[in-house]
């Protein structure tokens, strides 16, 4: 009796000792998938292109990461260029292009547009959007947005936008 109560206390001790050390061992992190990504290259000034506009919530800066995949879940994440500032090319900062990875202030919004530059290239698929971050007291980090953009001799006109994850964090 005594060695059950021994041996009880003990794997109490390592369950306790293993989910302190889990708290500081990782890091935060959370996704979201993005359905219906969609973009078609006509030339420079015609197109239609998929844009995420992802916002951290929290009073840190956040890692992050998207990825886009076509319709065979290959990696298209080459075609996006992450931006800031003015949604127009000529004031807004380009931060990454190609890679789909950045650093997000706290508070801040960044557009990652997924449009490629081959002439009558059509791509359909998904986005993963990730975050990471060492604060391990964050639990949700990001909401974001998607839209669909049409651009025809350089007019632009929306027709769509919809919320990431029904508009929560995640």
């Given at each position: 009796m005594k060695l059950k109560i021994i041996i009880t206390a003990a794997m109490l001790t390592l369950i306790m000792c293993g989910s302190a050390f889990a708290d500081t061992a990782f890091m935060?992190?959370?996704?979201?998938?993005?359905p219906g990504i969609k973009y078609w290259y006509i030339s420079g000034s015609s197109n239609l292109s998929s844009n995420l506009y992802v916002t951290n919530i929290t009073s840190t800066a956040i890692n992050c990461k998207v990825t886009v995949f076509d319709h065979l879940g290959t990696d298209v994440t080459a075609d996006c260029k992450i931006q800031t500032g003015n949604y127009n090319s000529d004031y807004s900062t380009?931060?990454?292009?190609?890679?789909?990875?950045f650093l997000l202030p706290?508070?801040?919004?960044?557009?990652v547009r997924i449009l490629g530059s081959q002439?009558?290239?059509v791509i359909y698929g998904h986005a993963v959007i990730e975050w990471c971050s060492v604060n391990t007291k964050i639990k949700k980090a990001l909401i974001a947005t998607a839209?669909?953009?049409?651009?025809v001799n350089a007019i632009r006109a929306y027709s769509s936008m919809i919320p990431i994850n029904g508009g929560m964090p995640f």
């Amino acid at each position: 009796m005594k060695l059950k109560i021994i041996i009880t206390a003990a794997m109490l001790t390592l369950i306790m000792c293993g989910s302190a050390f889990a708290d500081t061992a990782f890091m935060a992190k959370g996704s979201a998938t993005v359905p219906g990504i969609k973009y078609w290259y006509i030339s420079g000034s015609s197109n239609l292109s998929s844009n995420l506009y992802v916002t951290n919530i929290t009073s840190t800066a956040i890692n992050c990461k998207v990825t886009v995949f076509d319709h065979l879940g290959t990696d298209v994440t080459a075609d996006c260029k992450i931006q800031t500032g003015n949604y127009n090319s000529d004031y807004s900062t380009t931060i990454s292009t190609g890679s789909g990875e950045f650093l997000l202030p706290a508070g801040g919004t960044n557009c990652v547009r997924i449009l490629g530059s081959q002439t009558g290239k059509v791509i359909y698929g998904h986005a993963v959007i990730e975050w990471c971050s060492v604060n391990t007291k964050i639990k949700k980090a990001l909401i974001a947005t998607a839209d669909r953009t049409k651009e025809v001799n350089a007019i632009r006109a929306y027709s769509s936008m919809i919320p990431i994850n029904g508009g929560m964090p995640f």
